[in-house]
């Protein structure tokens, strides 16, 4: 049988689950460098877990600065199946209340400042970021974060920004009018790279705040994120073990929308042009399809 193995990838108390069993750390190296922080893996029932601070421990990365292609490539070279991703986020409609969780299903990036792709020159690949998120992955997120009792929202689109900066206030007013649901500053490229990665992804959006277009609101600072975050930081653990939990036992099949063979239509470089060191470095995350 086939069997889960989540990368979780959060802030840094996001691992101190209770019931967490052969607790251990591992320190990965990748072709792209090292992750945000070594790797602490465990296990709940017969379900690995991988989890990794985005911003290492004590939030120590910028957003532009998180080593995205390495965490990715880590949690891959680490026999990771599915990744979901816990992190805060602003709301941009009324409807998403500070406090709530957010699955969301769909991602606008504006991120200019950060290397988004494992490919290049020498090895093309296109994949497809039409459905960025795993269906499966997604909903049995959301419920697991349903059953113990977080407020859920079931899709909605994610605004991905460079930051370290807030948003203006024109910028949250054009970002409203252009539909988007909530805004935060890691998703992307995230969410492309585990793509590219043939790996399932999910997010798990907590908001923290109005950003800044609801004027009769304090706009956001990181006093009321940090307040708000540290009310949701025990659901969204107990979210973890809740999907662990709901997991242990089931057979892992490959995910419903075909994301763990994507790259069998993605890569156009002919083998005859393609760079053979470029190849090597790509064997951790598309090791597959390059050998098919």
């Known amino acids: 049988m086939t069997q889960w193995t989540l990368g979780i990838i959060g802030g ?14 591992e320190t990965v190296e990748t072709p792209w460098g090292a992750p945000s922080d070594t790797l602490v893996r465990g296990r709940i ?30 949690l891959k070279a680490a026999g990771v199946t599915d990744v979901l991703s ?27 400042a950060r290397e988004s792709t494992f490919f290049g020159p020498g090895m093309v690949a296109h994949v497809s970021m039409a459905r960025p998120v795993c269906s499966r992955l997604s909903a049995l997120a959301a419920d697991a974060a349903a059953a113990v009792g977080a407020e ?12 370290p900066q807030f948003s203006s206030l024109a910028e949250s007013r054009l970002y409203r009018q252009w539909g988007c649901d909530v805004i935060g500053m890691t998703a992307m490229p995230e969410a492309k790279l585990a793509r590219e ?22 706009a956001v600072s990181v006093t009321n994120v940090l307040e708000i975050m540290g009310q949701n930081s025990a659901l969204a653990r ?15 099949t490959p995910s419903p929308d075909g994301i763990d063979t994507c790259l069998d239509y993605a890569l156009i470089t002919a083998p005859s042009a393609r760079d053979p060191e470029l190849l090597a470095k790509l064997q951790v995350i598309a090791g597959r399809a390059l050998q098919g």
């Not at 108390?13 to 019931?19: F, P, S, T, V």
């Not at 709301?91 to 969780?101: A, N, T």
């Not at 990665?197 to 959006?205: H, I, K, V």
Request: net charge negative; proline share 4%.
């Open 12 to 25: 840094s108390g996001l691992y101190e689950i209770d019931g967490l069993q052969d607790r251990r750390e």
């Open 45 to 74: 029932g017969d379900v690995e877990l991988v989890f990794l601070p985005r911003h290492g421990k004590g939030h120590r990365l910028t957003p532009t600065g998180v080593p995205y292609r390495a965490n990715i490539a880590a």
């Open 86 to 112: 816990i992190s805060a986020c602003g709301s941009l409609k009324e409807q998403y209340v500070p406090g709530h969780f957010v699955a969301v299903d769909q991602f606008i990036d504006r991120t200019v």
């Open 152 to 163: 859920m929202h079931r899709g909605g689109t994610y605004l991905a920004m460079e930051g």
């Open 197 to 218: 990665a043939e790996l399932p992804y999910a997010t798990l959006a907590m908001v923290t705040d109005y950003d800044c277009w609801r004027e009769e609101e304090e």
């Open 238 to 252: 107990q979210a973890v073990v809740k999907l662990a939990e709901t997991l242990s036992g089931t057979e892992r």
